[in-house]
């Protein structure tokens, strides 16, 4: 309904995700990433909202892979806990398999935070423009590239969020309204 009319460019090492622990969302890949760009940015940390019947997996892997100080499950969190963390993040990652038209992408952009994410996401190709930012094959090794090039160029991941809020404002609600009647009235 409304764009945070505030959008904050971080640049910290801070990444978020927010989904169901299923399959389908991937999320043991993305802790895999996190794996990988941990070896360039030690300091990486990643809050993976959401919950789940794969948690116990997560938590494993978690552990396994030594990523306690790094990887965050933070449970089911309300809209306002998690706009508290959308706003102390630089980058959104989505790992999805497959995926329809995926609002918390918009509502990221919407607070000035670039999202990358698989292109196997249909939703998510649809959703952002920057086609630098969706990887292809589900390569995860690419992905963490990715994640390490914008973590360490300020000047680009301001300008990749400053890109995402503006893509998310043809999303506000007026402008949907207006391309609807503009298709309706067309087609009399």
């Known amino acids: 309904d409304d764009i945070y009319d505030n959008p904050r460019y971080n640049f910290n090492h801070n990444i978020i995700s927010v989904g169901r622990f299923s ?5 043991d890949d993305l802790i895999d990433i996190i794996d990988i760009v941990k070896q360039d940015i030690p300091n990486i940390k990643l809050n993976l909202v959401g919950d789940g019947k794969l948690k116990n997996d997560l938590t494993n892997k978690i552990d396994k ?3 306690n100080d790094n990887i965050n499950l933070c449970g089911f969190l309300s809209q ?7 706003l102390e993040s630089s980058l959104y990652v989505m790992t999805s398999i497959t995926e329809s038209f995926g609002l918390v992408l918009i509502e990221a952009n919407s607070y000035g935070i670039p999202c990358i994410a698989f292109d196997s996401a249909s939703g998510a190709k649809q959703i952002i423009e920057n086609k630098e930012l ?7 090794e690419k992905m963490a590239k990715l994640i390490v090039k914008l973590l360490k160029d300020k000047d680009k991941l301001q300008a ?6 503006n893509n998310c404002q043809k999303y506000l609600l007026a402008n ?9 009235s067309n087609n009399k």
């Not at 969706?134 to 995860?140: A, M, T, V």
């Not at 990749?160 to 809020?165: D, L, S």
């Open 23 to 27: 399959k389908e969302k991937a999320f």
């Open 65 to 67: 892979l030594g990523l």
């Open 80 to 86: 306002t806990e998690i706009k508290k963390i959308m």
């Open 134 to 140: 969706l990887i292809s094959n589900r390569d995860k």
């Open 160 to 165: 990749y969020g400053k890109e995402a809020y």
């Open 176 to 184: 949907v309204k207006k391309k609807w009647l503009d298709l309706l």
